[in-house]
């Protein structure tokens, strides 16, 4: 447990609101090795204490309230202000972005253009059962007694042609 832990929920401590074994285990732990924590509940204890201990009621002043209100607004942080350079740089920033978006959106790039390739001569593959023959010839001029394809070579076009 942080001391930012303990701070924010000490009151619930106090008060015995934590009854969870695992948290109040927690507390005792920080509160052992903590000074400044220690430190932090005996000055809320002596207050307590002296509160209880006052013969009558406090009652505050009539312009308490109006009092506390406007030292509350002069404590609280303000809205960050934005500088003003910060409005004239996102002005610019989109006057760029607009003027490359007009740049290239004129201007078009000519593709190059390649002729598509030929066609060419691809044979049908043969297969033999049988023990694995390796061989040096055009597997075309194997053992095959005419043409393994009986439609001949297969004419392969790539993609670029277009068709």
Same mark, same amino acid.
């Given at each position: ?19 969870? %074994?695992?948290? /109040?285990? *927690? ?7 903590? !000074? $400044?924590?220690?430190?932090?509940? +005996? =000055? ?24 506390? %209100?406007?030292? /509350?607004? *002069? ?7 934005? !500088? $003003?350079?910060?409005?004239?740089? +996102? =002005? ?72």
């Amino acid at each position: 447990m942080t001391c930012l832990q303990f701070r924010e929920r000490y009151s619930d401590y106090r008060d015995g609101l934590i009854t969870s %074994e695992r948290e /109040l285990r *927690r507390f005792q732990r920080h509160f052992a090795h903590c !000074p $400044a924590c220690r430190r932090y509940d +005996a =000055a809320v204890r002596r207050g307590v204490l002296a509160l209880q201990a006052a013969p009558h009621a406090v009652t505050p002043s009539p312009d308490f309230r109006r009092r506390l %209100e406007s030292r /509350l607004a *002069r404590e609280r942080p303000g809205e960050p202000e934005l !500088p $003003a350079r910060a409005g004239l740089a +996102a =002005a610019l920033l989109l006057v760029a972005l607009l003027g490359l978006l007009a740049l290239e959106g004129t201007r078009r790039t000519e593709l190059a253009r390649t002729p598509p390739l030929p066609a060419v001569p691809f044979p049908k593959p043969v297969a033999h059962a049988g023990v694995p023959f390796v061989s040096f010839q055009d597997p075309r001029a194997s053992i095959v007694v005419g043409s393994p394809s009986p439609y001949g070579a297969v004419l392969v076009e790539p993609v670029s042609a277009g068709r």
